[in-house]
């Protein structure tokens, strides 16, 4: 039985040039402690799944189908109450931009303070004791002086440790950490990074990382979903997608990793941009950047198939992996 | 320290915009008429009004009669007003009382209504209310301050006989030496309300706006989403995270607004008789009694400048990022 379950999510944004569909049935599941990864480009619908799991769409977007199993609880469905008492609890958050993720006219503690008394019948005198102690644990100097901080007296990487310490207030079961180091000085992010893996260990959180960056995830994560233009077009255990993967958009983005062929070669892009919601092409969404397309990939969208050890979406795919396809 | 840099600059800002108003006051009066005209009468010769006029210092260069002018203004000296053969400041003190009523009872009006409709406008904007509240202040705004005024009198005075539509009333309550207010008796109060009300709607539309706009802004803003996502109660999200938010700007925009409010009463005191300075500009400025206008601007610019200032360091306590920005400075 895993912590969350996604099963067929869709997330539909009615807008004047129609319905857009922004998540197409996409399903992934986290065990208990267990660290999983979601990657795409930007506009792949990372961060709508993410708050479709909160049921903190933004306006006008809304679940359309799907479950969200959470601790044999529909998320999806549960009730206004229910729901708040489920986030910043049991699930919390943690943005991607630090500079804008905390009110800038309250303080450290106030904000701190809140989140627990929010979810636990405790005095100020123990939250405060409980925020102060969890802002020793992500390292933050003198934490007592910094609850009467306001966010602007810190600089984005102290910032965005009191938003892990702000997500671990309640410990929490699991934790989604929307592109957590991304607004991030290039040379803090491995810090922050490992700072955050550290405390999910130790408190036994599950994680659900997302990024941009497959190579974070193959470090950090046990289970990886890639999604483009709102499907999973592969997924698995994140040792076997990233050892032997199949999509050529998967093979697109391992390969335009540092480090991935020749030392020195250039980077290799995948050619083209991820197209909006508004222009999916038929067939396979990934057909026009796609080395392998063929005349059947324009039409009809292929199923999500276990091909050997995972997930893939893509019509060619036995062909791939025998490496016959050209 | 920066505050204490902000609020020193903040204050010579000030003392120079009042410079330049009174320097605009003086103008005037060199523009406006001959003086003596109003101290003599037609029998006196030319002759006598030369030597008149360099006995006053009315030939002397402008600047020199200006800053004569000034060396008075600063120790409380605006002239006499030729009407009520009295101090100029004495007559603004007298009618000054009146006016603060108005105005504060307009502010009361536009805070109590503005700032919860404001913020329901923004957090349903699809409901019902916020529909007509937004219809109504489309409308409100184009609607002339004495329409709203003779319609108010029409109703509530002379069709319904509730309310008084002209004058403070009989029975005001004197709070400190010569400053009477209507605030504390039910007489004053029925005087009170018409006008109040007809000041604060030329007033209302815009804050409600501006709080709405404002608010729904915030709204969107990460730290409401991160708010949220803590599982925060909804009240604590509106009224602390999104409301404190929505009150800096409102308070600047809002400041400005009610020093803007004082040139309004002009209109409103006129159609209520309502004994108050902006009555007392009109009646001047018929009767060609310079030195008490020209008193009434260089009062209104002070009482003006000084809101401003007030709610600059006010916003600048409130707001911890713009204290950085002070001391960045
Ligand atoms: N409020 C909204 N209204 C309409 N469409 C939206 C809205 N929010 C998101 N979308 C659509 O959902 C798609 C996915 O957005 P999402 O923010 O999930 O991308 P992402 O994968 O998180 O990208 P990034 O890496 O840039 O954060 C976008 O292409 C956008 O068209
Ligand atoms: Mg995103």
Redesign the pocket.
């Known amino acids: 039985m895993p912590l969350l379950d996604v099963r067929d999510l869709r997330?539909e944004?009615p807008?004047r040039h129609g319905v857009?569909t922004?998540?197409h049935d996409v399903s992934f599941s986290v065990d208990k402690g267990e660290r999983l990864g979601i990657v795409?480009?930007?506009?792949?619908?990372?961060?709508?799944?993410?708050?479709a799991i909160l049921n903190l769409?933004?306006?006008?977007?809304r679940i359309t189908g799907g479950r969200i199993l959470f601790e044999d609880r529909d998320l999806a469905t549960l009730s206004r109450a229910d729901m708040r008492a489920i986030r910043g609890d049991r699930i919390s958050m943690i943005f991607?931009d630090p500079m804008m993720t905390l009110n800038p006219v309250l303080t450290i503690g106030t904000q701190m303070v809140e989140t627990l008394k929010a979810h636990r019948d405790i005095s100020d005198a123990e939250a405060r004791r409980i925020a102060i102690q969890r802002l020793g644990e992500v390292k933050i100097p003198s934490p007592e002086k910094r609850m009467a901080s306001y966010p602007h007296e810190l600089s984005g990487g102290m910032r965005q440790r009191v938003v892990i310490a702000i997500a671990l207030l309640t410990e929490p079961a699991l934790i989604i950490a929307?592109?957590p180091t991304?607004a991030l000085d290039v040379t803090i992010q491995a810090e922050i990074m490992s700072l955050m893996l550290d405390l999910c260990r130790t408190h036994g959180v599950g994680l659900i990382l997302?990024t941009?960056d497959l190579a974070v995830v193959s470090q950090v994560t046990q289970r990886v979903v890639v999604?483009y233009a709102?499907r999973v077009v592969e997924s698995g255990q994140t040792a076997r997608v990233v050892q032997n993967p199949v999509h050529p958009y998967t093979r697109g983005l391992l390969s335009a990793l540092p480090g991935e062929g020749e030392p020195g070669a250039r980077l290799n892009q995948i050619r083209g941009s991820m197209p909006?919601?508004?222009a999916i092409p038929p067939g396979c969404a990934f057909h026009p950047r796609c080395d392998y397309a063929e005349e059947r990939c324009r039409v009809g969208v292929p199923p999500l198939d276990v091909i050997e050890d995972h997930n893939v979406r893509c019509t060619r795919a036995r062909e791939l992996i025998r490496g016959v396809a050209a | 320290m920066a505050f204490v840099a902000f609020l020193i600059k903040r204050l010579l800002q000030a003392v120079l915009v009042m410079f330049v108003i009174s320097l605009i006051g003086f103008s005037i009066q060199d523009n406006l008429g001959d003086p003596l005209r109003e101290l003599v009468g037609q029998s006196v010769s030319e002759a006598q009004r030369e030597a008149m006029r360099d006995e006053l210092g009315l030939n002397d260069p402008f600047l020199v009669q200006y800053g004569r002018f000034l060396g008075k203004a600063v120790q409380g000296d605006l002239g006499r007003s030729y009407f009520f053969k009295r101090p100029v400041l004495d007559v603004i003190g007298d009618k000054f009382p009146a006016t603060a009523d108005l105005v504060l009872g307009a502010t009361l009006i536009i805070v109590l209504v503005s700032v919860p409709l404001g913020c329901w406008c923004a957090i349903r904007p699809r409901h019902w209310l916020s529909r007509i509240a937004m219809g109504a202040s489309i409308i409100g705004i184009s609607i002339p301050v004495f329409l709203t005024a003779i319609f108010l009198i029409y109703l509530f005075s002379v069709n319904l006989g509730w309310l008084a539509s002209f004058g403070r009333g009989e029975h005001l309550v004197e709070i400190a030496p010569g400053w009477t207010t209507g605030f504390l008796t039910l007489d004053g109060l029925s005087h009170l309300i018409l006008p109040s009300i007809a000041l604060s709607s030329i007033m209302m539309p815009l804050f409600i706006r501006l709080i709405r706009s404002e608010m729904m802004e915030i709204l969107e803003q990460d730290y409401i989403k991160f708010a949220w996502a803590k599982g925060l109660a909804a009240r604590r999200v509106w009224f602390l995270h999104a409301f404190k938010n929505t009150l800096l700007p409102v308070i600047t925009v809002g400041g400005v607004q009610i020093g803007t409010m004082l040139a309004y009463t002009i209109l409103t005191e006129s159609v209520f008789q309502w004994p108050g300075l902006g009555f007392m500009f009109i009646e001047a400025v018929t009767r060609v009694d310079t030195p008490l206008i020209i008193g009434y601007i260089i009062v209104v610019g002070l009482i003006f400048v000084v809101t401003n200032t007030v709610v600059d360091l006010i916003y600048t306590m409130v707001n911890p990022t713009v204290r950085l920005m002070g001391a960045a400075r």
């Open positions: 997330v944004f807008t857009l922004a998540l795409g480009e930007s506009g792949a619908g990372k961060s709508v799944a993410a708050f769409l933004s306006r006008p977007g991607q929307d592109e991304t997302i941009h999604l709102g909006p919601l508004t």
